[in-house]
């Protein structure tokens, strides 16, 4: 373990954005974690993951610590389901290959989702009905505070909507360091509803879908949509879909007869944020470097050297236009740091 100066984290971000860390060092085991943590010479510390859900704007001044702590290990198993342990520095989409190779089922939907295992939690990912949520057993996590390992529970993560405790009262408080899931061994229920799995699947000539069936249909569907930040600097999706009362959606029909909405209770819809970044003009829109990628209105793309100022402000631009336009209010998924 050797903490570096002046580091470039462009190779640690989606985004692709060239901004440095003053100090920087990976973590390949929890005893090295829980000693960094502890050093007090760095009182400013920023714990980096996968890098796929945020946009660095600045250079970090302080230390930078990427967890890098891999593995993946059966804890437990009976007839009808699986725990399996997954390190926090496991890449996600590595991960659902894993399980699929090995028949778990629960996952399959959250195919080629960017990031690591380790902060899935933290937005409760989720794609195609499913959730990260809805497979989630427990997590391990070391407090700032006092140094120690401590398991939550998936009811003491109180997660939502790309949101757990790990976004509020608990954020900035803990480093997860691993993730136990409780995964189907037989009898999976297969989810091919969301969206355009069912069309996908027939475009496949695929008429009784496996969990490898579902994975290689929504990596088809995401391939199509969206950009592979290995080639496109970018973050997926950049934006929530905003959740608007029925009344206000009632309202919107009579000027939007085409607006889209997903049942969320009695009083709400879910109105997809896409749709309204395309209907206020958005979509393949280009800055130079920077812009709104062509085939998926949700992502915002570096195509070279953009910095992350130029991409937030393009956000914040959106953001007012469909307050204006709709009077919704578009919150952004990622962090901005």
Not at 26 to 52: A, C, F, M, Q, R
Not at 128 to 153: R, V, W
Not at 206 to 223: H, L
Not at 263 to 285: M, T
Request: a positive charge; one cysteine or more; charged letters at 25%.
């Amino acid at each position: 373990m050797q903490i570096l100066k002046n580091i470039s984290l462009k190779p640690y971000n989606t985004f692709g954005i060239d901004a440095k860390a003053e100090y920087f060092v990976s973590v390949t085991n929890i005893d090295d974690l829980k000693h960094i943590l502890k050093l007090k010479e760095y009182p400013n510390k920023l714990i980096l993951g996968g890098g796929s859900n945020m946009l660095l704007t600045k250079d970090f001044n302080g230390l930078v610590i990427h967890i890098n702590l891999k593995g993946i290990e059966i804890v437990s198993d009976d007839e009808d389901f699986v725990y399996v342990k997954a390190n926090a520095g496991e890449n996600w989409h590595q991960f659902v290959i894993w399980c699929i190779n090995n028949d778990f089922g629960g996952v399959e939907n959250l195919s080629l989702i960017p990031g690591n295992v380790g902060t899935a939690p933290i937005q409760n990912i989720g794609a195609y009905g499913i959730e990260l949520k809805d497979t989630f057993k427990s997590c391990e996590a070391i407090s700032l505070e006092n140094n120690e390992l401590q398991t939550f529970t998936k009811t003491e993560c109180d997660f939502g909507y790309r949101n757990s405790i790990f976004k509020q009262q608990a954020k900035g408080k803990f480093v997860i360091t691993s993730v136990v899931f409780k995964l189907t061994k037989r009898n999976h229920k297969l989810n091919i509803n969301y969206g355009t799995i069912a069309s996908q699947l027939e475009a496949m000539k695929i008429t009784n879908a496996t969990i490898q069936d579902i994975s290689k249909a929504v990596i088809a569907i995401r391939e199509s949509k969206l950009p592979n930040p290995k080639e496109i600097g970018n973050s997926g999706s950049f934006f929530k879909n905003p959740v608007i009362s029925k009344a206000h959606f009632n309202n919107l029909v009579e000027n939007f007869k085409d607006i889209p909405s997903y049942p969320v209770n009695d009083d709400e819809v879910k109105v997809p944020a896409g749709w309204l970044i395309e209907k206020a003009g958005f979509k393949g829109k280009r800055f130079g470097d920077y812009g709104v990628h062509k085939n998926q209105a949700l992502v915002l793309v570096n195509y070279g050297n953009a910095k992350g100022l130029d991409i937030l402000n393009l956000s914040k631009l959106i953001q007012k236009t469909i307050k204006r336009l709709f009077d919704i209010s578009i919150e952004a998924e990622v962090n901005i740091l």
